[in-house]
């Protein structure tokens, strides 16, 4: 499991059709590197630094990642209950 840790906003030089992407800590693009990576048969997370989860869903484009942590888990990891 790969962890995506701390997206901050970043805002782009020479816009495109958007003004602002979001970087993790080490310099990884949402756009044009996280969002290609993650699986799409797995549920991804949206996590801040206190480890408490903000949102999640199959679907990454659905996840806002400013300042937090993004991963993806397989369904039998999920714990029972989860919602």
């Known amino acids: 499991m790969k962890i995506y840790r701390n997206f901050k906003?970043?805002?782009?030089e020479v816009?495109?059709?958007?003004?602002?992407?979001?970087?993790?800590?080490d310099g990884q693009d949402w756009?044009?590197?996280v969002l290609k990576e993650l699986d799409n048969g797995l549920l991804k997370i949206a996590f801040e630094s206190d480890s408490l989860i903000r949102t999640c869903g199959y679907d990454a484009?659905?996840?806002?990642?400013?300042?937090?942590?993004?991963?993806?888990?397989?369904?039998?990891?999920?714990?029972?209950?989860?919602?």
Do not use: A, C
């Not at 059709?17 to 800590?25: G, L, N, P, Q």
């Open 9 to 12: 906003k970043y805002h782009l």
């Open 15 to 25: 816009p495109t059709f958007i003004d602002y992407t979001f970087r993790t800590e």
């Open 31 to 33: 756009y044009e590197t």
């Open 61 to 83: 484009t659905g996840l806002y990642p400013e300042n937090r942590s993004v991963t993806s888990i397989e369904e039998k990891d999920i714990p029972e209950g989860f919602t």
